[in-house]
């Protein structure tokens, strides 16, 4: 599993939108390729499937229209410390 290392509006600046209605402190980027949806609080980061009805995404919600797919894009986040594993010290791995 994955944690945000920063807080959620820290994910604006990578292009995540702010979510709306109860989820207004959360972030979430749409991917067009793999049509996946990346989600985001300050607390946990995953991965859903884009469904234009999740009551989170904005009607007519933009998406990241680059090459990349969903997990470049989470390999991009890792590599610029917004995100960690949270199994850091798993299998005897070195902190």
Request: aromatic share 14%.
């Amino acid at each position: 599993m994955l944690r945000p290392t920063v807080k959620a509006a820290e994910f604006e600046k990578y292009g995540f939108k702010r979510c709306k209605g109860i989820y207004k402190d959360c972030f979430y980027l749409c991917v067009a390729r793999g049509s996946k949806m990346l989600f985001v609080s300050d607390v946990c980061f995953d991965v859903f499937e884009w469904d234009d009805v999740d009551p989170r995404i904005h009607k007519n919600a933009n998406h990241n229209k680059d090459k990349r797919d969903w997990m470049d894009i989470i390999y991009d986040l890792i590599k610029a410390n917004l995100l960690e594993s949270e199994f850091k010290s798993f299998a005897g791995l070195k902190e």
